[in-house]
């Protein structure tokens, strides 16, 4: 993901708008998607799996949306880039409402220490 991200800025910086960078991020995931796919010989599963993967897809585009948007308006990569990845809190969060995952102690203190270190490196 880091190549990737870097990979966004430069092609912005080259000269691609913030959409074009989505739009060629889409169409460079296809082809690895659907090999990838087919290769693990996994189906269609039922329309309630299909949606939660829909759903994953629109919004991890909508995430590079607003990523590709603040590189354009010249954030710092490591900046924004740590910032869209401090999702964790809310993946967190999620997943024990959702899945009933639990977070033990020391992993509680880790995320408060990544949160702190993002602090620190947006100051």
């Given at each position: ?7 966004m ?6 000269g691609l ?14 082809p ?6 087919l ?12 949606g ?20 354009a ?7 924004a ?8 809190l ?5 997943a ?21 270190g ?6």
């Amino acid at each position: 993901m880091g190549l990737a991200n870097l990979g966004m800025k430069g092609a912005g910086q080259r000269g691609l708008d913030s959409a074009g960078v989505l739009l060629w991020v889409v169409v460079g995931e296809v082809p690895l998607a659907l090999a990838y796919w087919l290769a693990r010989g996994r189906h269609l599963a039922s329309p309630d799996a299909v949606g939660w993967g829909l759903g994953a897809g629109l919004l991890t585009a909508l995430a590079l949306v607003f990523l590709n948007e603040s590189f354009a308006r010249g954030a710092r990569t490591a900046v924004a880039v740590g910032i869209m990845n401090a999702n964790f809190l809310l993946v967190a969060l999620l997943a024990l409402l959702f899945f009933h995952e639990r977070l033990q102690p020391s992993r509680l203190v880790g995320l408060a220490a990544t949160l702190a270190g993002l602090w620190l490196m947006a100051r």
